[in-house]
């Protein structure tokens, strides 16, 4: 594909329900990266792959937060039992490799009602 | 020492100015600095960036400042246009971890005709 594509690109939930937003990279890239962004604030690091590994999931909020990617692909950021704090926009983005730039998708704007 | 620090919050600036904005950082293993613009609803882009080796890096009408030894570093934008309205990020990262960005927390940049 051309570039990073996310969905949903909007998703409300009512609290407690778990929700799942997806990733698909630029083909070929081997890094992918999940980030939030709450409303007028900046990126908060959540995880990173680097193939099907997270060697750094030290951005994860709480044991609520769980990611997984399969294929060197697609990658999936679950959130249990929804809080009305996790209302943010998830932004995914992928690299070439660990040492090249990043590329960000569009975002799915969670809301939590 | 994992912060960023980004200023200011906001900026109007009028077609045809100049439009600077400021970062600082505290980690000195942080080599890799890009810039990135948001417009409303969509991901974050890469608009330029520079590793510590050089002072200024320029693209077009972008510039990046880069003082090693005060650890800051800022965004030029000349001849400022209205298309150039967005909110910009500076971030910072680590070599081998391009993609793991520390966030600046944005500016938004209004420029009026």
């Known amino acids: 594909g051309a570039g990073v594509s996310q969905s949903p690109s909007n998703k409300v939930t009512e609290k407690g329900k778990d929700v799942e937003l997806r990733c698909d990279p630029i083909s070929g890239h081997t890094a992918l990266y999940w980030y939030r962004q709450r409303l007028g604030q900046g990126l908060e690091f959540l995880i990173y792959f680097q193939g099907n590994s997270a060697p750094d999931k030290s951005g994860l909020p709480s044991d609520r937060f769980s990611a997984e990617r399969t294929g060197e692909s697609v990658s999936t950021l679950t959130i249990q039992r929804t809080q009305q704090e996790d209302s943010a926009v998830y932004l995914c983005?992928?690299?070439?490799?660990?040492?090249?730039?990043?590329?960000f998708g569009q975002g799915t704007r969670l809301t939590v009602v | 020492q994992q912060q960023v620090k980004q200023s200011p919050q906001s900026l109007i600036v009028q077609k045809g100015g100049i439009s600077i904005i400021n970062c600082a950082y505290e980690n000195t293993a942080f080599d890799y600095f890009p810039w990135y613009q948001q417009f409303p609803g969509k991901g974050p882009a890469l608009l330029i960036a520079i590793r510590p080796d050089v002072s200024e890096k320029k693209e077009g009408r972008f510039t990046i400042s880069f003082n090693k030894s005060a650890k800051q570093f800022s965004l030029h934008i000349m001849d400022s246009q209205p298309g150039d309205s967005a909110t910009y990020f500076c971030?910072?990262?680590?070599?081998?971890?391009?993609?793991?960005?520390?966030f600046g927390q944005g500016t938004e940049l209004s420029v009026k005709p």
């Open positions: 971030a910072a990262s680590r070599h081998g971890l391009g993609g793991k960005l520390i």
């Open positions: 983005a992928s690299s070439r490799d660990l040492n090249t730039e990043a590329f």
